[in-house]
């Protein structure tokens, strides 16, 4: 099972164990990717991700470079689609997803009193 971590340091878990990630753009296109796992993210949405302003004219090539050095260590999670790639991530591994999860469940959850009450604190 992979852990994709993005709050915090950009981090990839298998099995418990860190995977080197490489250079601070290939961690940002995995942060990218993750961010809209599931969905086809564009070569110009990856770009937009890398890099301020205007991408270099080489810009494509180094895309589909840190794509085939995530692949080797993704497998078939990261899959080429038209201009674009996918992320396939599956519940529990995203860490800002699972957290979005719990905060949404304990939400009900909250009393409709202050935060004296809500700490334990005695009045």
């Not at 990839?12 to 860190?18: A, T």
Request: hydrophobic share 50%; net charge positive.
């Amino acid at each position: 099972m992979f852990e994709f971590r993005v709050l915090g340091p950009v981090k990839l878990i298998f099995e418990h164990q860190p995977i080197s990630i490489g250079p601070a753009k290939r961690r940002a296109m995995l942060a990218a990717l993750a961010l809209d796992a599931n969905h086809p993210v564009t070569l110009g949405q990856l770009a937009d991700a890398l890099w301020a302003g205007p991408p270099p004219a080489s810009a494509v090539a180094n895309l589909r470079s840190h794509a085939a050095a995530l692949r080797r260590v993704l497998g078939n999670r990261l899959v080429a689609r038209p201009r674009a790639y996918e992320l396939s991530v599956h519940d529990g591994e995203f860490d800002a997803a699972e957290f979005a999860r719990l905060a949404a469940a304990g939400l009900p959850q909250l009393p409709a009193r202050g935060p004296t009450e809500l700490a334990g604190a005695r009045g």
